[in-house]
């Protein structure tokens, strides 16, 4: 893949049933230089309404979500906003499910338990034409 042109703001939508940590990883992301939160979200259904009317350039997307899972709603986003580039930040991890995530054109796929140390990281390599999966889970994509 080419390296992507640099992005002055990178707009993030911000998928995650659980209240405490959506505002823990959006907490995160004001910190960072560069980086606008357009949207929070928790279920898949408003997921992809508002990845087709927001057009971000990056969605944080969890698996486990209420209305439609993460796997669907990557589906559905890829039709209505094909340019956003995602990474799951979930629990998930068996080699099924990372697998699935790239084939439906995932950049990421970060555990949830390592998100502060690696979160940082997988938004670099995927701003740059990369991918990048969390250690330990299956390295399909790497």
Not at 10 to 23: C, G, M, N, P, Q
Not at 112 to 121: E, I, R, T, V
């Amino acid at each position: 893949m080419a390296k992507q042109a640099a992005i002055s703001q990178l707009r993030t939508l911000v998928v995650e049933d659980h209240k405490a940590f959506l505002d823990h990883i959006t907490s995160m992301l004001r910190e960072w230089p560069n980086t606008q939160i357009v949207g929070e979200v928790q279920d898949g259904l408003q997921a992809v309404e508002r990845a087709t009317t927001l057009q971000p350039d990056l969605i944080l997307l969890d698996i486990g979500l209420p209305g439609l899972n993460g796997i669907e709603a990557a589906r559905r986003i890829r039709k209505f906003a094909p340019n956003a580039r995602i990474i799951f930040l979930t629990q998930e991890s068996s080699p099924e499910i990372v697998h699935e995530a790239f084939n439906l054109g995932a950049s990421g796929f970060v555990s949830k338990s390592l998100c502060y140390k690696d979160l940082p990281a997988a938004i670099e390599a995927v701003l740059h034409g990369g991918r990048f999966v969390s250690t330990g889970l299956d390295g399909h994509a790497r």
